[in-house]
């Protein structure tokens, strides 16, 4: 049995559990204001080319997005988002928990397309009686979307232009944050993020470590005593350093974008795979989650020695299913894969 | 200038304003625990056909959807409304501010298709992963819906099916439901719907009230304590003598279903008038609010003399616009509306 | 039978119930947008002597407390109270509802003491450790308080200096403000009221209207899109018309300070009778609301005759209750209190 | 310079960091579904003593309060806690952020007296007028409570009677469980108050693990679809398996025990060390939190060699601090602490 269910299937990198290792007896001061949090503050504003950023630790993903959206709009406002965006869809009413609604608009491959975005947000404002609606007051976007897929680095600034516009921050959940930097087509850096973003966050949980997303404020918009508000929130961790330290690890000599450039060339063999063995794509996904279409007899059959995640029914015979790389796939794993996929290629048999 | 901008343009129904003011020395408790309230209470089982039904007096729309719904739903819950429902779209988030997230559904000419909402419980409940998405906890609909249409009682009967089989319950926003109960064509009368609705309420405010919806509660299941969360929500009136006197007023001979024929009567004329006139229906709307696509030059023109209110941009040259009818719109409106419309028909002119 | 119970058992003044039925049926745009509301905001600003002020109309008290606190803080900061504050114990946990908390502070006869409050603020920020408890972001008082007491205008100057210093608003919650006004002893005028304070409001619930209370900003500090927030409560008002012409009735003419006056006129005789009677007050109130300590087998007695509030225990044998007056206390009612408790005086008697 | 400022200041007990690396690559399925968490429920279980509790476990202490307390409550009721209880003070409005308001009693060393929470009850229900009250609804303990003191068994029983006669849930909170456990003087066991507890933690996060609290529901009283509330609230961790990890080490073996056994037996070496050297005591704690007041002169010359707690200012001259021992407390430290207390005492010198 081999599992390419998610990217959080296995622990953390080694190197992570290291340095946690070396560095357990130090006393250190809780809640995120010990040595290594700071050093690894250091690091990811030198990496994100943003010296003045702020960057703060948080524990989850969906704690990172409504964290971050609810501390940011104001009481009128919610946030827009892809109508497959994870905080319209997959956090169980996070955001709306805090009193904000989503406003969730169409989306393509997983993206918001900056002209739907504009359209929605003329729209709002033309209406003279939008006082009655709730006022979109932030874009969320991911990146790489819930289907993998990337913005360019025109997408991004086109949105962020709008953002700009309307005076409203522009926010990426960047769960995945690696694994869209280390995909062969992109055109969009760390440095280029932080620049058209208000604040982002660099995925540590989907990247190798057991736990922690850097959220990343580049505009000096950080909210007004932001521990408190994380502290209300019932996110603040007592021993900070478990972040911190690794954070610190991710962030020296390039671990974090190591673990994604080996996540990423194992989801290329493993589309080349998937290609020579005909399956079908249900869209492009340059990252290292890939979604393939399935018909439910195969699935059934598959499962017995691959675990995969079930996405989504694609219709009454097929389902979409999703294979995901991480630091942890190892060439075994894949030919094990080519094996199945592909019995008579010559591929070493499981 | 007339104005037919909405159904809430006049007072109060002058038989309201003449038991307030013959009341208006009594000593009467507060809180809504007076003898009005309580006449109110009995007479409004007693027109739905449901003894055991718990009666309760709120102030407004937007109030009592957000008390019913945040009330009712459980933790892991959101309520289930047609994309257009006004709590999806026109209560600048007030669902979302109790912490429960609006599940939209596409629509039909304002209404939730039975067949949509089947598909949506299964699919929710055939992804085996849901564990991370909002349970549909309630069914919200309004009657009439926010473009005048109505449900049919086979429609609500498979609504409440629905519902029934997932142990949901069905809400019905009955702002403007004696326009509803009023239309020549429903089959639906006040006691079907009590029987087929869990909870509804009989809208006051826009049936000719200064203020004021008569929540139903038809199956025993009041929210223990439901005047310390009606509190909780600043939604408890001092003098709720205010609304006890005002739907006493309404339900004494009829005069609720008297106020809505009258302006089922005036919609039904002005309908004539706007057909003989040429002008385009947005949709087929059998009660007191009818909407209308105008070209933007000729609506600029109308404004001049007739308020109407702006609905929805249809394309770049035309618009949807809302005329609504009331207890308090005359036969003299109405012929000058057709005067300005039906320039040479013998009108009287305005 | 005669009631004190509150002021809130009699309907309205008769002057706005004939200005609700004199303007019936004027065609009025809605949510606080018509003409009413406009001059009644003009009559406020200027009795207020602050022509820079906005004034807004919200339904009832606690939902006022509610909306301005919940609007005004932010996300990291509560609401310092008094622990007998109307906010604190008797609105069902409203603010707490908005996620908000009340610091709750000593109080003596209702009222924060200036030096406890300044104490309050050093020693919260004395402690180097506070980032882990909720900020005090705005000071709430009473005038008059639950007890109906009274702030002199030193207290209030100096309560107002504390917030200065710190930056955060006072709040002013004037549930029952006329009482206050025309008390005899007072030297605070609704002029000083405006320019110490950064919000309150004027209730009329308690001072002759249906329902109402005006909400003044006195420092161009509205909270942004103040509308949609309201409605987002669900507290925004269709027929707007209720509470502007209301409003416009009292501040016409003097209506409200007249009121006000022959309430606090009502509760100087009603003092007197105690007095005489050798009832003993539970404290000296000078406003409409007088609290008497009563042995529970005469408050029995008592009570087929006069209905009065509960307000608290005393001790085993004692209750303390509440008797107060309002624009409908009649000198006949008096005469029969008077006749009640001092049965051979002389007086009327029942 | 020693630290003895929290039981946190160290990173995990050695035993708990080689399990994760042992199992760290070891493909595993996310949100507490893994094997880790299984094992570590049925262990906790047994110490329990309550085969049919549920078991659930959480990164923090706020986050499990917050989480219980919110997810218990009925939407009309509020917590009882002492005013120096965590919730009320420490976690920045956590409580209340989720809508429901902390119900304040007067505490004696940290904690709540049986008699007082029994008149508390009584008088709420007395009086007739608590609809406008936040009902109590659950009461909140900790144990060992924020001044490290401990109920006995009688108190608790006490207080589980109380909570009963008004059917609401009894809930501890155990952040620093095990301490109290091994206290010397405690009468209560585990089991006792699994049976006297209607909802519990225990705490890892002060108690030798990076993060994690263990939350046991006794009376098969879990919340319907808890994971979903969980994740509503950003609580819910990917890795759920650094929970369940970290939990089954901790219940393996007793090393939970054993940790707590070794920070107390520290802790009584350091209450004698302060007692020869004439320290005053704040109070009597008998687990692994010492607090003690100091002249404030005195308390900045001994910050440069130790680092303690600040508590709380005890008068103008003097202050209480917090000393903690925990698992990685050494004797060598307590040496150099009793080196520096008592220099003429033959301790080895720093």
């Known amino acids: 049995m081999i599992s390419f269910e998610s990217d959080y299937i296995a622990g953390a990198h080694p190197q992570i559990l290291k340095r946690l290792a070396e560095t357990n007896l130090e006393t250190l001061s809780g809640y995120g204001t010990d040595s290594y949090c700071e050093s690894a503050r250091e690091k990811i504003r030198a990496a994100c080319g943003c010296p003045q950023a702020d960057v703060e ?18 009481d009128f406002e919610g946030v827009v988002a892809a109508k497959t965006g994870h905080v319209s869809i997959h956090e169980a009413g996070a955001i709306e928990f805090t009193g904000h609604k989503v406003l969730e608009l169409p989306q393509k491959d997983g993206k918001i397309e900056p002209s739907v975005l504009k359209k929605f947000m ?16 932030m874009v969320y976007i991911s990146h ?20 700009r516009s309307y005076q409203i921050p522009l926010f ?14 992109t055109d969009l850096t760390l440095e280029e993020i932080a620049k058209l973003c208000d604040v982002f966050y660099i995925g540590g ?24 508000s994380v502290k209300k929130r019932g996110a603040l961790l007592a021993k900070g350093r478990l972040l911190g330290i690794q954070f610190d690890a ?11 450039r080996h996540a990423i060339e194992a989801a290329e063999r493993m589309k080349e795979i998937f290609k020579r063995a005909g399956l079908a794509f249900y869209l492009e996904s340059p990252t290292n989650q890939q979604f393939i279409i399935l018909e439910n007899s ?21 389902t979409v299913v999703r294979f995901a790389t991480s630091w942890s796939t190892t060439d075994e794993q894949l030919d094990k894969l080519e094996a199945m996929l592909l019995p008579g290629s010559g591929a070493r048999e499981a």
Request: net charge negative.
């Open 298 to 318: 195969r699935l059934e059959l598959l499962q017995k020695d691959i675990a995969v995640s079930f996405w989504e029914k694609y219709d009454e015979t097929h």
């Open 122 to 137: 003329e729209d709002f404002y033309a209406d003279g009686n939008h006082e009655h609606m709730v006022f979109p007051g």
């Open 172 to 185: 990426m959940d960047g769960a995945r944050l690696g694994y869209g930097l280390m995909s062969r087509g």
């Open 57 to 74: 630790f948080l524990v989850g993903g969906t704690q990172a997005n409504s964290v971050i959206i609810s501390t940011m709009l104001r």
């Open 205 to 228: 949980t989907k990247v190798g470590a057991l736990c922690g997303e850097a959220v990343v404020f580049t505009k000096q918009n950080r909210p007004a005593h932001f521990m408190t």
């Open 250 to 260: 991710l962030f020296t000599d390039g671990l974090y974008f190591e673990i994604s």
């Open 144 to 163: 790489p979307t819930e289907y993998g897929t990337l913005y360019t680095k025109k997408e991004l600034t086109d949105i962020a232009a709008v953002c």
